[in-house]
């Protein structure tokens, strides 16, 4: 069954410093990964998407990588923003189309 | 960008109420879903429809029920809600976009469910 594991569960930093999210699968058979973000009390807001067969997608500040022999993946924000704060989320699609999230990561920047 | 709506957003009803969550997108997706999220807590997936008159329970168990009778529409029911049914429902959409950045999956705004 494929679990999702997100490390750390929460983090607090200064603004402006560049931070790495992770997030681990247990099994390497998915046909994406998508990383979300939550604000308090709202639904998902979808920030990239990485196809099984794509290393990396970029969006800005944002920065995905995925490598599916290891089951990882990784969210690099560059010059964090207090705007930034938010619940951030990963889910695997393993093929079906019913996305399987992990317990995501609460980040506070901190002006 | 994403047109999913939820209603109601709040609510909250005393038990053996029953009560339905409205869902409704406007992309034409075929694929809907039912999330249930305690505050905190990681999302589980408790209905899902690949398309119309297509519906299966998700991972979770739940004690509601849905139905999509039309492509847009995929509203959720409770029949008799009790103090465990609190919580927070997600209900997103997805279509297949062979683009790089095609299978997006897109929620609604959420609705929250007190039970008393």
């Known amino acids: 069954k494929q679990e999702v594991t997100q490390i750390p569960a929460a983090l607090s930093v200064p603004e402006g410093e560049n931070l790495v999210l992770n997030c681990s699968f247990t099994?390497?058979?998915?046909?994406?990964l998508q990383w979300f973000r939550q604000d308090p009390g709202k639904g998902l807001t979808s920030l990239l998407l990485?196809?099984?067969?794509?290393r990396e997608q970029t969006s800005g500040r944002l920065n995905a990588s995925l490598d599916k022999s290891s089951g990882r993946s990784t969210l690099y924000i560059a010059a964090s923003q207090p705007g930034d704060s938010a619940t951030y989320l990963c889910?695997?699609?393993?093929?079906?189309?019913?996305?399987?999230f992990g317990t995501g990561t609460r980040l506070k920047v901190l002006a | 960008e994403a047109d999913i709506y939820q209603t109601p957003r709040y609510l909250v009803i005393g038990t053996g109420k029953k009560i339905t969550l409205e869902c409704s997108q406007t992309?034409?997706?075929?694929?809907m879903y039912w999330y249930q999220q305690d505050p905190g807590m990681e999302l589980h997936l408790i209905h899902y429809s690949y398309g119309v008159n297509s519906t299966e329970k998700g991972d979770l168990s739940s004690e509601s029920t849905v139905s999509r009778i039309r492509t847009e529409h995929f509203p959720l029911t409770l029949e008799s809600a009790r103090p465990s049914h609190t919580s927070q429902y997600l209900c997103?959409?997805?279509?297949?976009?062979?683009?790089?950045?095609?299978?997006?999956?897109?929620f609604g705004e959420g609705s929250w469910l007190t039970v008393v």
């Open positions: 099994d390497s058979a998915i046909y994406n």
């Open positions: 992309m034409g997706h075929d694929k």
């Open positions: 889910a695997v699609d393993p093929g079906t189309y019913k996305y399987i």
């Open positions: 997103a959409s997805s279509e297949f976009d062979p683009r790089p950045s095609g299978n997006t999956i897109y």
């Open positions: 990485i196809q099984s067969s794509q």
